[in-house]
Structures are given as structure tokens and as C-alpha cells.
């Protein structure tokens, strides 16, 4: 009976433990949870600004009229007629001017249409600045003063020509806003002249004194032209003259211009009508020197005597396009002018289509005739010879 107990203790521990084990294996273990990290975003890509240089602006000191620092800013220039024919030289004030164009007139002469201003108003300006002998006005020196809309000095000019055109009071003055004429219908400030040699006639001798000349502007003059000086640019690519020879409507080397390079300036000379291959210095009478000039432009245009006019007188374009040759720094660079009428000024460019810049000084301007050639000499022996163009009009 014992045994039979403990047997059937035994089955039912057994059965017991069979059944939890069954029972531990039915019930499922829990399911994970899985936490995935959130990957962080990659940081941004940097955002480039695209800068574009800037060009230095230029010093805030700086002529007007030269580039030149520590002369004058302020503005208030005259424009000078200035006779060239052989018995007016040498001429007084030249070397004064800040720029000077050179433009034929009747016959083979040239006469110059002088600006002034850092002279003028220059802290040590002088007392006194006289220049001479002043000439007569042709309506295309007028187109050149619209420019620089200054008081036009100059001794009357053609009024009766029989060509509307060539008359300097009619459509081609009508900008002019103040003159000092002392000879013509257009007779203004006629005090303002002096004879410049005894004896003499006024018309072909007459001289004026500028600082006294500048008590008659009544307006504030704008100019439309603006040369660039800054940023400095040297042209150091550019080849280093030795000469420059000009004809205008004489023989080639008529006027030269020879390169210093002491003084990093073009001089001028002339050539003797008897001894073409003698070089004479064209000088200043106050400086009894050779003109310096440290910026030459050659700005080729049609030029040629009006059938209608009728003393003879030129027809000069100083508007539309052209060629143009630059000495700059003693370096020539080849480009091209262009001027689309009075109310906007020449622009200037190299070949690339840049903007001339100009190195800071006075600047000289050849409105040479498009039809005859210049010829300019390096200083490595080699040379170059201008194109020259059928004469046509450009306007």
C-alpha cells in the first residue's frame, strides 16, 4: 500500500511538472520593441555669393580736366582760339592748357583750341595768365568747347559765309551759353583783349589775360567730358615710342612729336619748310622751351574743303566714329573714338573695346585728316604707318 502511494506521488509530480513545461513553452516571449536612432541631417551646403570686383574708385583730389592730384577739384575752365600760322609763334600760354586739339583751318595751317582750368584755379595760381595771339573761331572748334561747356574765348568768326553750316552764330554756337568775342556780331567782353604785339593789328595780335577772363561766368559749366585717369594704367605690353610723325595736310613729319623718356613726355617739334629733315623745337614763349605733352590722341576723321563756303573753309567731323592712335606714357596703343552728337562727349577705346585710360597731365589731340597717314618709330627700331581711309563724311 505504501509503495502503490509513493507511485502514484511519483506520476503526479511527474504529470505536474510535464504540464507547466508545457505550459512555459506555449507562452510566447514578448517582442522587442526596436528604438531606431533618427540620422541627422547633413549640414547645409555652403551658399557662395558671387562677388564682383569693384573697380578703385578713383582719389577724391584730383583735376577735373588733368587727373592730376593736389592742383584743383573745382571746375570753371575757358576754352581759347589760338593761332598757329608761322608768323604767331611762338605762341604764349601753351603749356598752360590742359588740353589742346589741333585741327586745320584754310591752307595747310592748323590752329589750336585750348582748354583751361588747373591753371586758373590752382591754389598758386598766378596773378596774371596771358595767352596769345587768340584767333577767330570755324564751327567745328564750337563742337569741341561743347564739350567742355566753358566760356568760349576767341576773336569773332565766320557769320556771312553763304553756308549755314560754316556760320559760328547760327545751329553749330547755339549752345554756347557765355563768349568772350572781340570781333563780329557776336562782340562780348571786348575789353577783356590786348594787343599782343606793338604795332600790330588786333585781330591777328590780340592776347587776353584768363584770370581776369573768369569774372564773367554767370552759370555753373558741367562737362560733359570726362578723360579716366584712375585706376593708373601703364600700357607696360603696349611698345615704347621713339617718335610720332604727323602731316595733317603738309608732309609727313610736319609735326613731330619726340618721346623723353626722363621725362616720361612727348616734345614737339616742328620741321623747316626749307630743311624738311631739320627738327625745330616748338616752343612756349614764357618757358622758351619745347612744348611737353604727356597724353596724344590722333583722331582720324573727314576732313575737306566745303564746295559752298565761300571763303574756302573746312568741313571737320567731330562727330561719329573713327580710328584712333593713343600715346600714353610713352607707350602707343591703337583704338577708336566715337561721338554720336553736341550733347554727349567722344568716348575713347582700345581695340578690345576698354576705356582709354589716361596717365594723369595734360593731353594734346590731333583731329588729323583720315586720309593721310602718321608713322610712329619705336624704340626697338621697328615702326608702324597709319591706314589711311577714303575722305567721306561721317555724319
Given at each position: 500500500?505504501?509503495?502503490?502511494?509513493?507511485?502514484?506521488?511519483?506520476?503526479?509530480?511527474?504529470?505536474?511538472?510535464?504540464?507547466?513545461?508545457?505550459?512555459?513553452?506555449?507562452?510566447?516571449?514578448?517582442?522587442?520593441?526596436?528604438?531606431?536612432?533618427?540620422?541627422?541631417?547633413?549640414?547645409?551646403?555652403?551658399?557662395?555669393?558671387?562677388?564682383?570686383?569693384?573697380?578703385?574708385?578713383?582719389?577724391?583730389?584730383?583735376?577735373?580736366?588733368?587727373?592730376?592730384?593736389?592742383?584743383?577739384?573745382?571746375?570753371?575752365?575757358?576754352?581759347?582760339?589760338?593761332?598757329?600760322?608761322?608768323?604767331?609763334?611762338?605762341?604764349?600760354?601753351?603749356?598752360?592748357?590742359?588740353?589742346?586739339?589741333?585741327?586745320?583751318?584754310?591752307?595747310?595751317?592748323?590752329?589750336?583750341?585750348?582748354?583751361?582750368?588747373?591753371?586758373?584755379?590752382?591754389?598758386?595760381?598766378?596773378?596774371?595768365?596771358?595767352?596769345?595771339?587768340?584767333?577767330?573761331?570755324?564751327?567745328?572748334?564750337?563742337?569741341?568747347?561743347?564739350?567742355?561747356?566753358?566760356?568760349?574765348?576767341?576773336?569773332?568768326?565766320?557769320?556771312?559765309?553763304?553756308?549755314?553750316?560754316s556760320d559760328i552764330y547760327g545751329q553749330n554756337g547755339q549752345h554756347i551759353k557765355q563768349r568772350?568775342?572781340?570781333?563780329?556780331?557776336?562782340?562780348?567782353?571786348?575789353?577783356?583783349?590786348?594787343?599782343?604785339?606793338?604795332?600790330?593789328?588786333?585781330?591777328?595780335?590780340?592776347?587776353?589775360?584768363?584770370?581776369?577772363?573768369?569774372?564773367?561766368?554767370?552759370?555753373?559749366?558741367?562737362?560733359?567730358?570726362?578723360?579716366?585717369?584712375?585706376?593708373?594704367?601703364?600700357?607696360?605690353?603696349?611698345?615704347?615710342?621713339?617718335?610720332?610723325?604727323?602731316?595733317?595736310?603738309?608732309?609727313?613729319?610736319?609735326?613731330?612729336?619726340?618721346?623723353?623718356?626722363?621725362?616720361?613726355?612727348?616734345l614737339r617739334y616742328l620741321t623747316s619748310s626749307d630743311e624738311p629733315e631739320e627738327l625745330l623745337?616748338?616752343?612756349?614763349?614764357?618757358?622758351?622751351?619745347?612744348?611737353?605733352?604727356?597724353?596724344?590722341?590722333?583722331?582720324?576723321?573727314?576732313?575737306?574743303?566745303?564746295?559752298?563756303?565761300?571763303?574756302?573753309?573746312?568741313?571737320?567731323?567731330?562727330?561719329?566714329?573713327?580710328?584712333?592712335?593713343?600715346?600714353?606714357?610713352?607707350?602707343?596703343?591703337?583704338?577708336?573714338?566715337?561721338?554720336?552728337?553736341?550733347?554727349?562727349?567722344?568716348?575713347?577705346?582700345?581695340?578690345?573695346?576698354?576705356?582709354?585710360?589716361?596717365?594723369?597731365?595734360?593731353?594734346?589731340?590731333?583731329?588729323?585728316?583720315?586720309?593721310?597717314?602718321?608713322?610712329?618709330?619705336?624704340?626697338?627700331?621697328?615702326?608702324?604707318?597709319?591706314?589711311?581711309?577714303?575722305?567721306?563724311?561721317?555724319?
Amino acid at each position: 500500500m505504501k509503495k502503490t502511494l509513493l507511485i502514484a506521488l511519483a506520476i503526479i509530480m511527474a504529470v505536474t511538472v510535464f504540464t507547466a513545461c508545457k505550459q512555459e513553452e506555449a507562452a510566447p516571449s514578448p517582442t522587442p520593441t526596436v528604438i531606431e536612432a533618427t540620422p541627422e541631417p547633413p549640414p547645409p551646403s555652403p551658399v557662395w555669393e558671387e562677388v564682383t570686383p569693384t573697380e578703385e574708385p578713383p582719389p577724391d583730389n584730383i583735376s577735373p580736366t588733368t587727373g592730376l592730384m593736389g592742383t584743383t577739384t573745382e571746375y570753371k575752365p575757358l576754352v581759347v582760339q589760338i593761332g598757329n600760322e608761322p608768323h604767331e609763334r611762338p605762341q604764349q600760354g601753351l603749356q598752360q592748357a590742359d588740353i589742346v586739339y589741333e585741327t586745320l583751318i584754310e591752307g595747310t595751317d592748323t590752329r589750336f583750341t585750348a582748354v583751361y582750368n588747373d591753371a586758373l584755379l590752382k591754389a598758386d595760381a598766378p596773378a596774371e595768365l596771358p595767352v596769345g595771339p587768340v584767333r577767330s573761331s570755324r564751327y567745328y572748334h564750337q563742337l569741341i568747347q561743347s564739350e567742355w561747356d566753358a566760356v568760349y574765348v576767341h576773336m569773332g568768326g565766320p557769320d556771312t559765309t553763304g553756308n549755314p553750316e560754316s556760320d559760328i552764330y547760327g545751329q553749330n554756337g547755339q549752345h554756347i551759353k557765355q563768349r568772350i568775342s572781340g570781333a563780329g556780331k557776336g562782340t562780348a567782353h571786348a575789353e577783356k583783349f590786348f594787343a599782343w604785339r606793338e604795332g600790330k593789328s588786333m585781330s591777328d595780335y590780340a592776347a587776353t589775360d584768363l584770370i581776369s577772363d573768369l569774372d564773367v561766368y554767370e552759370y555753373e559749366p558741367v562737362a560733359l567730358q570726362q578723360f579716366k585717369f584712375y585706376p593708373l594704367e601703364d600700357y607696360a605690353d603696349a611698345p615704347v615710342v621713339d617718335s610720332v610723325q604727323l602731316r595733317f595736310d603738309r608732309h609727313l613729319g610736319w609735326v613731330t612729336y619726340q618721346y623723353d623718356e626722363t621725362k616720361s613726355k612727348l616734345l614737339r617739334y616742328l620741321t623747316s619748310s626749307d630743311e624738311p629733315e631739320e627738327l625745330l623745337p616748338f616752343t612756349d614763349l614764357d618757358t622758351e622751351q619745347p612744348i611737353e605733352v604727356q597724353n596724344l590722341i590722333v583722331q582720324y576723321t573727314y576732313v575737306n574743303i566745303m564746295p559752298s563756303d565761300l571763303g574756302g573753309r573746312r568741313k571737320v567731323d567731330m562727330y561719329g566714329s573713327g580710328k584712333a592712335d593713343f600715346v600714353i606714357n610713352g607707350r602707343h596703343v591703337p583704338g577708336t573714338w566715337e561721338r554720336a552728337g553736341v550733347t554727349v562727349p567722344t568716348t575713347y577705346k582700345d581695340m578690345e573695346g576698354n576705356e582709354i585710360t589716361f596717365t594723369p597731365g595734360n593731353t594734346w589731340v590731333a583731329v588729323h585728316p583720315m586720309d593721310k597717314t602718321i608713322s610712329i618709330a619705336y624704340k626697338d627700331g621697328t615702326a608702324y604707318e597709319s591706314t589711311p581711309e577714303v575722305a567721306a563724311p561721317k555724319v
